[in-house]
């Protein structure tokens, strides 16, 4: 039986990307997995390089000698430096990390870069590019279905789901006000579902809940939070084009997927969603509700397989 030190820092998304692969790598290996989640301290701070230098020389490197593992996984910046620790306890242990570990790179086995991020890093040999981000089946499992009574007799439900401000890009106002006013056309034999994300602004939660039809339903973050249950019985998804995880998470279902286009973004926003569009797996909403099939993206199990052969 393989042993596999899972190694997150405190982000619920780092720990959701590292169980996506381990749900298909189970099924695959036979694991026994430990996990260790990073607590954010001033040290952290540093760069990855001081952070690891930090480590060889203080007692984080004693108190672990006897630690042994025959693969780490790990994901988040200040994760990496201690997944290298961890190989330098156990000179046969296998380390992947996902997203950039910010140094020290070919010292990796193998370094999991989104394919909008991946030309950054083409010359490295150790790096895998895969599409979008690690979804777990295990989201889709076990949903209770008794907070969500409003919409279980319901059937072709579209779920609207509404990115919001970050880095990488920004929502118009005019653009809101354009989805909401060609949401309000759909037929009345759909039942619309809006679900905000954390990134979601007061202004564009406040036009969707004035301009909305009466009988269209929304959910804010703050309130019970509907998105995986959506993500599991939505029969459409139409998703604004800056989240690139929320799209990663609706075409894992093989379902009909609509863009909503976004003016300011940066163009790996952009590229990502022209490459899904161009294996017919997304489409640009212009108001029509249509269905067609697609092979599903399932980027966690194809990367699965390659650890499993790696190990």
Known sequence: MKKVLIITDEKKSSYYQCDALLYYLKKKVKLKTEYLKIE????HNLPNFVIYIYLLVSSFFKKNKNKSANLVISCGRISAPYSLIFQKLNKKCKIFHILDPYFLRKRFDKILIPSHDFSKFSHYKNVLGFLGTFVSKRKLENKDHKNYKELESRKNIIACLIGG????????????DSLVDKMNLISARYTVVYCFSRRTSAITKRIINKKKKLKHY???YND?????????KSSHFIVTEDSVS?????????KPVYIVKIKNKKNKIKSFVQNLEKIGVVRYFDGE???WKYEKINESERIANIIKEII
């Open 40 to 43: 954010r301290g001033l040290i």
């Open 165 to 176: 401000d970050g880095r990488s890009s920004k929502l118009a106002v005019s653009e809101i």
């Open 218 to 220: 929304c959910y804010d």
């Open 224 to 232: 019970k939070d509907p998105y995986w249950y959506l993500i599991k």
């Open 246 to 254: 929320m799209t990663s998470d609706a075409v894992f279902t093989g």
């Open 289 to 291: 509700i249509v269905s």
